[in-house]
């Protein structure tokens, strides 16, 4: 008989497929036990293996390691959901958000949280969008053993909006000196994580993007992540409008300015990619290193095109997956980071003179954990491999609408007919967060509770201002 598994004792899970590193190649292998003791993994082997541990019953699924998001703004991930996909931004409601207590921000973090971890997400790579916002974070994520990389973005939210969404560049200028004392609080709260934060949680530095960005406070910020030692965390040649503040100030496109700056000297983590110039970017990322994160659901959501996965995967970049925010189930990241680059290269490939790859799904999987672990410069994760951390999530791969009723022999192309909620487990350095589907960290009902009292608080309140009615703004998507 099994054990009942008690979240702090040693364990060995049974799995019908794991997906199993070996000598650095993901290889899926059938009927395998996982020893977990503490945080790690300390055996992988063929069949059951003898001992007094607990049991955890995988057979009917595929084990993963835990997967990895590499762009995430979870304090303000669900409040625009639902509200723009009339052609509305989410701007506003996600601004709204800055005016809350620290329970009800916590209340929402929770929320999203709890989504990200529930469709696998061991690690995220957090850029949040205020100091108070960064914090929330940390609070949910130690409370419940979370691995993170926490960074706030520059120039912070309250003061971002009015620098991106310019009609002069006079305004950019001016706000270089509460841009430097942003970039100095967020050093600040880094140092502070740096001390307090443990393994689990640790600081990077973040700028928003290009064109919200001077010279002057792109090197501040340079010089406060050498201190801190994570890299930085971007996003990069985002929009439109970002290309052609860069061309109009300082006479190069986003990749090519930050490389004359030596910006990307350091180690690099840039989301999006969208409107990089296709032929000649991707070999200077390659060249210097820098770490691409594609954000698939996001970029359906906004009914955006396809970000340039295959030309990335062309390129030969490391690409890490991420949540970035409103659709929080890495599940649905996975399968149309595959199916929409799949399309973005049957649109593309005859009249593109850019180089292209095929995405299949196990080119996501491994952005999903092996690239996710190698943009964080760690071999401890992103592997099911004796030595490394024990993170993994499992997904039944049988039950109708994802499986066939039986253990399948090519699991991995089941993640495409699923989603979050065909995760069972989800265990970050030894610690269950989710059994059986279900939150076990917190009160999964009352995290959904308190999160739906906020949503609800935004809701009003943009009712209050006539939000729903009101046409959206000039270039909000450019």
Known sequence: MSKEYVSDQDCVIEAGWALVDRGG???????????????????IRK????????????SDCI????????????GISSPARGLIESGRFMDR?????????????????????AEIVKSGCTTFVEMSGS????????????????????SVITPSHGDLHKIWYRTDDQVLFDSVPQTLKDIEAARQYALELKETGGDL?????????????????????????????NGVHIHLAQRIREVEACERLWGMRPVAWLESLGFFDQPVIAAHLYKMDMEKDPAILKKHGVNYVHCACMASKLHQASQPYPEALAGDLNISLGIDQIGNDYIENIKLATLNGQLRMSLLEERSKAKMQRPLVTDSVRAATIGGAKMLNRDDLG???????ADLCTV?????????????????????????????????????????????????????????????????GLEKEDWFNAPPPPNSRG
Request: glycine share 10%; with cysteine.
């Open 396 to 460: 039944d791969v049988t039950k109708p609408l994802g499986g066939v009723g039986a253990l399948p022999p090519e699991p991995l192309h089941h993640l495409l007919y699923s989603s979050g909620r065909n995760v069972r487990d989800v265990m970050t350095n030894g610690r269950f967060q989710v059994r059986g589907g279900k939150l076990v960290v917190a009160d999964e009902d009352r995290v959904v509770a308190e999160g739906g009292e906020v949503a609800k608080k935004i809701w009003a």
């Open 47 to 58: 069949g059951r293996v003898r001992g007094w541990e607990a049991r955890i019953d995988a």
């Open 201 to 229: 949680i640790r600081p990077q530095m973040a700028i928003h993007a290009a064109d919200t960005h001077t010279p002057e406070t792109l090197k501040a910020v340079q010089e406060a992540a050498k201190e801190i030692g």
């Open 25 to 43: 190649k993901q290889e899926l292998e059938r009927d395998i036990s996982i020893v977990i003791r503490g945080n790690e993994i300390v055996e």
């Open 63 to 74: 084990v993963l390691p835990g997967f990895i998001s590499g762009h995430t703004h979870t």
């Open 93 to 113: 409601p996600c601004a709204m958000v800055a005016n809350f207590d620290q329970d009800e921000l916590d209340a929402l973090t929770a929320y999203n949280m």
């Open 131 to 150: 100091v108070e916002y960064a914090k929330s974070f940390v609070r949910v994520a130690k409370a419940w053993g979370v691995r993170a990389y926490v």
């Open 383 to 389: 592997r099911l491999t004796p030595g490394a951390k």
